[in-house]
């Protein structure tokens, strides 16, 4: 599975993965009005901002045979000062095409991004998953990732949901 750097370019695929991947995986979870409002041009400019920005987040992208972005993670020193930024790391997204899940790419791209984290210098990893994502869940933990006590609760689209910190040592 070919696993790269993001390029501006790949704004309007990141960005499709991102809306489509928030509409299936979360529908359960989200109001379907505010899921179908999600527009794939304006998370073009939001992906295409943040890969031409000079302080930028690391960004992976996986794609198919086409060469078409299946899917994406962006990861990035932890944004506060709770952990030691120069060791620490947040996973800040990982997102895959329905289409393609079950079939490996998430597993791959998760390792990748794992692998450039280590190769970064960070010891540790750490994520939020919403605690009512059973599916993410189940994929962070059978990679090794437990939820370390820390939730916080958040509106998103309208809703009060709570998310989970996940954490990771990168080093076996």
């Known amino acids: 599975m070919p696993i790269r750097e993001a390029l501006p370019e790949d704004a309007a695929g990141i960005a499709t993965v991102h809306v489509l991947s928030w509409r299936a995986a979360y529908r ?3 109001p379907g009005p505010y899921l179908d409002s999600l527009d794939v041009e304006e998370r073009t400019a939001t992906w295409r901002a943040r890969l031409t920005a000079p302080e930028r987040s690391a960004v992976l992208v996986e794609t ?54 280590v190769a970064t210098g960070f010891r540790t990893a ?13 994929f962070y933990e059978a990679a090794g990732w437990r939820a370390d006590g820390e939730a916080v609760r958040e509106e ?17």
Do not use: Q
């Open 28 to 30: 359960d979870l989200l």
């Open 126 to 138: 750490a994520l939020w998953v919403f605690a009512g994502n059973a599916r993410g869940r189940r």
């Open 64 to 117: 198919g045979p086409d060469e078409r972005v299946r899917a994406f993670s962006c990861f990035r020193a932890w944004p506060d000062e709770e952990f030691d930024r120069r060791t620490t790391a947040e996973l800040a997204a990982l997102y895959a095409l329905p289409e393609v899940w079950g079939t490996g790419v998430g597993r791959a791209l998760l390792a990748a991004s794992a692998e450039a984290l």
């Open 156 to 172: 998103t689209g309208g809703r009060m949901l709570e998310e989970l910190r996940y954490r990771r040592h990168l080093f076996s």
